[in-house]
């Protein structure tokens, strides 16, 4: 990239009316303020220089030019910021596209999703129609998703994929094919898309009384990593930002529903375990974070597990807790859009809802089981900073376990002042090995 022309861009863009584009801005004083996009902002704190062409965010620190806020705002790499700047005002910068190497299997995938789409409106999908329908997903939300039909044949989209000069062995690889056959065969598909809205796998679920697996997913295969994906990032990120938080859920079918019922901050981990890469994706769009598993065993134990890993990543985390061992997908069905979207106004604290569920490993009729549940909750108690929810919590624990309020506050500042000293330690140990 020819640096003189990029500073040719640079002199020829005003940063003010660049984020303009994409966050209101207020003039104070000579510089320009609005709400940052990059962490969890109630009150303007990112600062807009027209004088220096930078911008800058008191708060969580984000800063740069004007292309690293499109970098950042877009998620997207440098040469295309530059390219979109470039572009918006009429200059051509004589940038070539970036070739992908797996552009050919994007260009598979996007013929597939299409003769999926196409299969469910012919003849053949009525029976996949009519099941949708009673799933109560209706024409929107099957265009807004592309839900499609594979047909109940063994080699329709290998033979179509064939024909339009597409080896049997780049189909096996991306498996779309197995071996000659197509991997998925009479299934409602569901496709699958990375963070830039291209296809890269699918999901096919069973619609009649077929004895297989209820759903088929992609392989791992050179554009579909699970743990480097979540399903729905691409349309929800906007709505992320607006609302300023972001709901994760286990699988699509919870996040397409929720789509029906207008909660469209939703992503999910397409299963239980989050990943690291998934938990930076999320952590990228808001650092307000409701937790909506399912309530069976394993969702309990899913929402701890990601809860832990959100709450060191120091974002606001909440759960919104399911009953009678009910996914998001069916809870809405049972109990109904204002139910819903109450247990989301009543999210739970992630470090309340994790107190809760310590009492399920003890028996508080034993002396012993007693005594450990306490020191537990104490331990979680220490961890939250806000001093009215301390005094809450403690109050709970004493009125729970009948013991005396200022014997457990006694304990906590022990805790406390333990704590302190491991840090102080901690520190010095540091500041010895730098000497």
């Not at 890469?277 to 394993?298: F, H, M, P, V, W």
């Not at 470090?351 to 034993?366: G, M, R, T």
Request: charged share 30%; net charge neutral.
């Amino acid at each position: 990239m020819n640096q003189d022309l990029i500073n040719e861009l640079r002199s020829k863009l005003n940063i003010v009316d660049v984020i303009s584009l994409y966050i209101p801005l207020s003039k104070k004083g000579r510089n320009y303020f609005g709400v940052c996009p990059f962490h969890d902002d109630h009150n303007p704190s990112l600062s807009v220089s027209s004088e220096k062409q930078i911008y800058k965010c008191f708060v969580c620190g984000e800063s740069g030019n004007v292309f690293n806020f499109v970098m950042n705002y877009e998620h997207i790499s440098f040469t295309d910021a530059v390219r979109k700047l470039a572009n918006s005002i009429g200059i051509d910068l004589g940038i070539s596209e970036h070739v992908d190497k797996n552009q050919k299997y994007y260009d598979i995938m996007d013929i597939a999703n299409k003769f999926f789409q196409n299969n469910l409106l012919s003849k053949e999908g009525k029976e996949a129609r009519n099941y949708l329908e009673k799933r109560q997903l209706n024409k929107e939300i099957i265009e807004e998703f592309g839900i499609g039909l594979s047909l109940n044949q063994h080699d329709a989209l290998t033979n179509l994929l064939i024909s339009k000069g597409h080896s049997l062995s780049e189909l096996n690889l991306i498996d779309l094919s197995n071996t000659n056959h197509d991997t998925y065969i009479n299934r409602i598909i569901f496709p699958l898309q990375n963070k830039d809205g291209k296809v890269i796998g699918f999901s096919g679920r069973i619609y009649d009384n077929s004895n297989l697996n209820k759903y088929q997913n992609t392989k791992e295969t050179p554009i579909f990593k699970k743990r480097e994906n979540l399903f729905n990032y691409h349309r929800a990120k906007e709505e992320i930002r607006k609302s300023k938080s972001v709901i994760v859920m286990e699988g699509f079918m919870a996040v397409i529903r929720a789509y029906t019922i207008g909660v469209r901050n939703v992503v999910a981990t397409m299963g239980t375990a989050l990943s690291n890469e998934q938990s930076e994706l999320i952590k990228r769009l808001s650092t307000n974070i409701y937790l909506c598993y399912d309530g069976d065993d394993a969702g309990f134990k899913a929402t701890l597990s990601s809860g832990e890993v959100f709450a060191k990543m120091n974002c606001n985390v909440f759960v919104i807790p399911l009953t009678n061992k009910l996914d998001p997908d069916d809870y809405i069905l049972e109990y109904g859009e204002e139910k819903f979207k109450n247990l989301i106004h009543d999210a739970i604290p992630f470090s309340e809802y994790k107190i809760k569920s310590l009492k399920k490993n003890f028996n508080l009729d034993n002396i012993d089981d007693k005594t450990n549940y306490v020191n537990s909750v104490l331990l979680e108690i220490k961890n939250i900073n806000d001093e009215i929810k301390r005094e809450i919590m403690l109050k709970r624990l004493a009125s729970d376990t009948n013991i005396w309020y200022n014997t457990l506050e006694k304990k906590l500042l022990e805790i406390d002042e333990l704590k302190a000293k491991k840090v102080k330690k901690e520190e010095l140990k540091v500041k010895n090995n730098r000497r």
